[in-house]
């Protein structure tokens, strides 16, 4: 087989003005062939570095937001501010289930808020659809803040998604949907 190429054109950098033809493109870093592999490796160092100290300080102003949208949440406010700042922190990896869970229960118990407890819980359950737990916490504040019809839904939901999912803590789930629906039979 015989192949034969003609170059029909010629290609110039747009700033240098000069053909990469029989030079090749010129590296911005330069080094010998032999050090390339500890330049290369001390470069991505380098790099990752910078990238890890630009991450942490995104992170703390996550954070940073969360606590505010915490700290100033009252009732008359929407959950919107709270709700949208969990799903950030989220998906960037910040917080899980079970964080978002101990922020409600000290909300709940420690702080005395409620309210924002509710709304934490709120967040958890849209952010863990699939937990079982997550309605279970929410259906409490929610009963706490005396919306029983509502508390006994989300304990309904509770035990549905622990039956689905052979929750091991699905006695408990239906246990507090029984102490619910008695609150409300009682008179």
Request: aromatic content about 6%; some cysteine.
């Amino acid at each position: 087989e015989l192949v034969l190429q003609v170059a029909v054109c010629e290609t110039f950098n747009a700033v240098t003005q000069t053909s990469w033809e029989k030079v090749g493109v010129i590296p911005h870093i330069t080094t010998q062939s032999e050090d390339a592999f500890k330049k290369a490796k001390a470069l991505a160092k380098g790099a990752a570095k910078q990238h890890r100290s630009q991450l942490i300080a995104s992170y703390e102003v996550l954070l940073k937001k969360m606590e505010l949208a915490i700290e100033g949440f009252t009732p008359s406010q929407s959950d919107t501010l709270i709700i949208r700042t969990f799903e950030l922190c989220h998906q960037v990896g910040l917080i899980n289930e079970s964080v978002v869970n101990s922020m409600g229960y000290e909300m709940l118990g420690g702080k005395k808020r409620p309210h924002t407890a509710e709304v934490i819980f709120k967040a958890n359950m849209m952010l863990y659809p699939n937990s079982a737990n997550t309605y279970d916490s929410y259906a409490e504040s929610l009963l706490v803040n005396g919306k029983l019809q509502q508390a006994i839904e989300n304990y309904h939901s509770a035990v549905d998604i622990g039956t689905a999912n052979e929750d091991p803590s699905l006695s408990i789930y239906r246990e507090n949907l029984e102490k619910a629906k008695k609150e409300l039979a009682e008179p």
